[in-house]
């Protein structure tokens, strides 16, 4: 079945841009996504990437997709502190469910 | 944008009883729901699928008689916890696609923090 693989843990400070990444085995995924959860809330969607795009941006965020290396990685630019979170990445467990795998999560410390 | 309700937020129950948790789609219908299960400071472990007017599909490993689940109506998915006990302390977190659409957005409820003493 799907496997998604993250670094556990990322420290930067304030203003600079954080970089996580992420690793998935089913190359059928057609969305791949990142996730933000706060300590003791549940699970906000940051962003989706359709598995046919290379990159996307959305404000301060960026994804990046990589197919053939089946890797994924968000960036957020100028890293303010309210960033400090536990960020997700998520794929589709197979292409024709709605079910996500969720990779362990990266705890992002930003530091001021 | 969409939005998935949770209740209770949080529960505290004596072992050997059982808890309901309820999920509901507020402005959207969900053939299906999802439950996942996380344990602190770890990822989400899909529990199950919830299914509308049918049995849910239960993920290995995890007690479709410990963990019922019902998917009444195409707004509304409860998750009963039977026979709690310290073990099962954990958050649960629902999640729903509008239409029952296999890619786009996925919406979380804000999650149920069960305790079991």
Not at chain 1, 54 to 83: E, F, P, Y
Not at chain 2, 38 to 54: C, D, Y
Request: charged share 20%; glycine share 8%.
């Amino acid at each position: 079945g799907e496997d998604v693989e993250q670094s556990l843990f990322l420290s930067v400070r304030e203003g600079d841009s954080s970089v996580i990444n992420c690793t998935y085995t089913d190359s059928s995924s057609t969305y791949l996504y990142w996730y933000k959860q706060e300590p003791g809330a549940g699970l906000q969607l940051l962003t989706y990437i359709f598995s046919n795009m290379d990159m996307k941006q959305d404000q301060r965020l960026t994804v990046l997709l990589n197919k053939k290396d089946k890797h994924l990685s968000l960036r957020i630019a100028d890293t303010q502190t309210g960033d400090s979170a536990i960020y997700f990445c998520a794929a589709h467990g197979s292409s024709n469910t709605g079910k996500l795998i969720f990779g362990q999560g990266t705890t992002l410390q930003v530091k001021p | 944008g969409a939005v998935v309700s949770q209740h209770p937020s949080w529960v505290i129950c004596k072992s050997g009883t059982s808890v309901k948790i309820e999920c509901r789609s507020l402005d959207f219908q969900a053939t299906t729901m999802f439950w996942y299960r996380q344990f602190p400071k770890q990822s989400l472990m899909l529990m199950a699928t919830s299914n509308e007017g049918s049995k849910a599909t239960y993920e290995q490993g995890v007690e479709k008689d410990k963990f019922l689940i019902n998917h009444a109506s195409l707004t509304l998915s409860t998750l009963t916890v039977t026979s709690a006990h310290p073990e099962d302390s954990s958050f649960y977190i629902c999640s729903a696609r509008p239409g029952g659409r296999v890619g786009g957005e996925l919406f979380f409820g804000e999650g149920s923090r069960l305790t079991v003493l």
